[in-house]
């Protein structure tokens, strides 16, 4: 199986300030197709998950431009230019190249 | 609206069984596959299970094997789950979860399973 790893588990931001998540998977996720189906995940507390990127750097529709992804191979990066108080949660890496199974980091937790 | 609305989840004892369902709404339901994805108490996410677009294809992970079984119904844009010999280590919210452009563009608000006696 590939294990997803994040650091840091828990990190602390400034309002306005910068954050970024790394993620790195136990073996490459580019697959076969040229594709890297690497995703990223919000989760508030008491909800569902949401997702913010798929596919390294694609964000989803009305996710705002704050939030943006990169890397490639092994080593992924989640950056938010500007943290505002609604991004407070843990955040999920996650990979869709070599399944089953489907893996999820641990979860990075961010709080103001 | 795009929405998924799990139901189904409950208290069960050990060796029990539930089954699980997923009303998709919003839009086309068997255009892709579909994703039942757990979380236990204070934990992170676990992905269970996944079915094609058609049916015609399941995976599961090695922890639910042969216990667990998606099926989909796509003329009533219905996904499901049957929760079989259930331990409790399955305790957990089940989320139901779409795939355009891969897992989760898409989630339900879950349902908990409780399995204690």
């Known amino acids: 199986d590939v294990v997803m790893t994040q650091s840091p588990l828990s990190l602390p931001v400034t309002l306005g300030q910068p954050a970024s998540i790394s993620c790195r998977s136990s073996?490459?996720?580019?697959?076969?197709?040229?594709?890297?189906?690497l995703n990223w995940f919000h989760q508030r507390p008491g909800q569902s998950p949401r997702r913010l990127i798929y596919?390294?750097?694609n964000r989803d529709s009305g996710v705002p431009d704050r939030f943006s992804g990169s890397g490639s191979g092994t080593d992924f990066t989640l950056k938010i230019s500007r943290v505002e108080a609604d991004d407070v949660g843990v955040y999920y890496c996650?990979?869709?190249?070599?399944?089953?199974?489907?893996?999820f980091g641990q979860g990075t937790k961010l709080e103001i | 609206e795009v929405q998924l609305v799990e139901s189904g989840g409950g208290l069960v004892q050990p060796g029990g069984s539930l089954r699980l369902s997923c009303a998709a709404s919003?839009?086309?339901?068997?255009?892709?596959?579909m994703h039942w994805v757990r979380q236990a108490p204070g934990q992170g996410l676990l992905w269970v299970s996944r079915?094609?677009?058609?049916?015609?294809?399941?995976t599961y992970a090695d922890s639910v094997k042969g216990r667990f079984t998606i099926s989909r119904d796509n003329a009533k844009n219905m996904l499901y789950l049957q929760m079989n010999s259930l331990r409790a280590e399955d305790t957990a919210v089940y989320y139901c979860?779409?795939?355009?452009?891969?897992?989760?563009?898409?989630w339900g608000k879950g349902t908990t399973v409780t399995v204690s006696s």
């Open positions: 979860a779409g795939d355009q452009g891969g897992l989760g563009d898409v």
């Open positions: 919003g839009f086309t339901f068997n255009r892709n596959a």
């Open positions: 079915i094609h677009k058609d049916g015609s294809s399941t």
């Open positions: 073996q490459s996720l580019v697959h076969s197709n040229g594709n890297t189906y």
């Open positions: 596919r390294v750097s």
């Open positions: 996650m990979q869709g190249t070599q399944w089953p199974p489907y893996t």
